[in-house]
């Protein structure tokens, strides 16, 4: 692997990470009593752009590098599962969190100072990004099982 | 920014996190999707990332204007969609794990 995809493959690891870390970050603060909506807002409006690097510089490495190169390494080792079930899901699902990333930082945008005040949209908002935030972490130990079944 | 805004962005994730999962399942059961994908836009995944954006925009935009501004501030049907685009992410997520396990094990 080159330098350059080296470091693409860090830049979508590291983004992914600071993406699902922010995710966590607004699950914590939309549990406590009256959530700062500056800080949601924040929050929210960086771990979308978080998410959309990692998604960027991954399809960049994804499609120059890991089908011709990883792809046949792991089908042909001793977890092939590790690209045809972990790998296989990992990509597709991954492309829901950029929408429910929009999804929240319209929802706090939208709220605004509100959101401390009303119960039933604090609560259903904090399933939305509890699942999100699932999703986000399980994408990213499916990253781990990938890169240790290639070596 | 007013509820109808909100409403709007909820149902284009929704048919986006839709469109993905249907159109995944769909092409790897039917080959011709898959190749037309991949011929297309060069790769599936990439032509699939890009229909997912088209989706969420198209739709976000579409609702916006069909839909009708709320006669009040009332928040019951965003709490209700924002539970359901939750639902929607599960099943689907849920969907595409049970389906590639299928796949290797069948």
Known sequence: ??????????????????????????????????????????????????????????????????????????????????????????????????????????????????????????????????VMTIIGIAITLSGLVISGAVR | MAIKTLKSAIWGATASILTTTVITIWGELNAPLKNWLASTFTHHWLGKSIISVAVFFGVWLVVHIVSRAPKSEDNNGVVWLLKFLAWIAILSATSLVVFYLYEFFK
């Open chain 1, 1 to 130: 692997m080159t330098p350059i995809l080296s470091t693409i493959l860090l830049t979508h690891v590291v983004f992914g990470i600071l993406a699902v870390a922010g995710m966590y970050s607004l699950w914590m603060m939309l549990l406590k009593r009256e959530p700062n909506s500056a800080n949601l807002k924040r929050f929210s409006l960086w771990s979308l752009v978080f998410i959309l690097i990692s998604w960027i510089s991954g399809a960049y490495y994804y499609l120059t590098y890991y089908g011709a190169a990883v792809k046949p390494v792991i089908k042909g080792g001793a977890y092939p599962w590790a690209h045809l079930v972990v790998m296989e899901a990992k990509e597709h699902i991954f492309l829901f969190l950029p929408f429910l990333l929009a999804v929240v930082l319209v929802a706090v945008i939208f709220s605004g100072t509100k959101l401390g005040q009303d119960e039933k949209l604090k609560s259903a908002l904090t399933f939305l990004v509890a």
